[in-house]
């Protein structure tokens, strides 16, 4: 069974620091990966996702990576806002379908 | 990115009681839907796979006869949640992708609680 950790559980950073939020897998066949940020009671937005036949991806100050050896995969966040604020998850999919496995989650604060 | 709505957003019911929640694509038709629900403080949990015109696929551990998922349209899956008992009170969220596309979009979610 699919296990995804999350590490660092918490993280309160101040505002203009670049960051690393880091996913691991215990399956590292990973087909899809997909981040997602949730703010509080509220739903998921998608982020990034990296498709099986890539290795990374980039949207604006957000660059997510997977190293399919190891499992592993990051979320550089660069030049954090306050409004960066919100819980982030990492979820996988593997063997080719669909379903995705979610992350424990990194709560993000970004203070002033 | 494509839009999924759901509704209610939140309801509050007596235990007992049935309780259905909508999940709509909005601007993209949806061949396979997903159940999630999530914990206070925990991630998001798949409860079941709903794919259009056919039978739920339900993880393990989750009682079909409770969770009554019925995908009637590709734009459309519903969620029943069959003699609500307190310990059914959770977050509720769907999602949608379409066939040959591997992006999930999620609804808003359902936020529900059993008195």
């Known amino acids: 069974k699919q296990e995804v950790t999350q590490i660092p559980a918490a993280l309160s950073v101040p505002e203009g620091e670049n960051l690393v939020l880091n996913c691991s897998f215990t399956?590292?066949?990973?087909?899809?990966l997909q981040w997602f940020r949730q703010d509080p009671g509220k739903g998921l937005t998608s982020l990034l996702l990296?498709?099986?036949?890539?290795r990374e991806q980039t949207s604006g100050r957000l660059n997510a990576s997977l190293d399919k050896s190891s499992g592993r995969s990051t979320l550089y966040i660069a030049a954090s806002q306050p409004g960066d604020s919100a819980t982030y998850l990492c979820?996988?999919?593997?063997?080719?379908?669909?379903?995705?496995?979610f992350g424990t989650g990194t709560q993000l604060k970004v203070e002033l | 990115g494509a839009v999924v709505s759901q509704h209610p957003s939140r309801v509050i019911c007596k235990s007992g009681t049935s309780v259905k929640i909508e999940c709509r694509s909005l601007?993209?038709?949806?061949?396979?839907m997903f159940w999630y629900r999530q914990f206070p403080k925990q991630s998001l949990m798949l409860m079941a796979t709903?794919?259009?015109?056919?039978?739920?696929?339900?993880e393990q551990g989750v009682e079909k006869d409770k969770f009554l998922i019925n995908h009637a349209s590709l734009t459309l899956s519903t969620l029943t949640v069959t003699s609500a008992h307190p310990e059914d009170s959770s977050f509720y969220i769907c999602?949608?992708?379409?066939?040959?596309?591997?992006?999930?979009?999620f609804g808003p979610g359902t936020r529900l609680t059993v008195l």
């Open positions: 999602s949608a992708v379409t066939s040959g596309d591997n992006e999930q979009f």
């Open positions: 399956d590292s066949a990973i087909y899809n």
């Open positions: 990296i498709q099986s036949s890539q």
């Open positions: 979820a996988g999919s593997t063997g080719g379908g669909n379903k995705l496995t």
């Open positions: 601007d993209f038709q949806a061949t396979t």
């Open positions: 709903s794919n259009e015109g056919s039978k739920a696929t339900y």
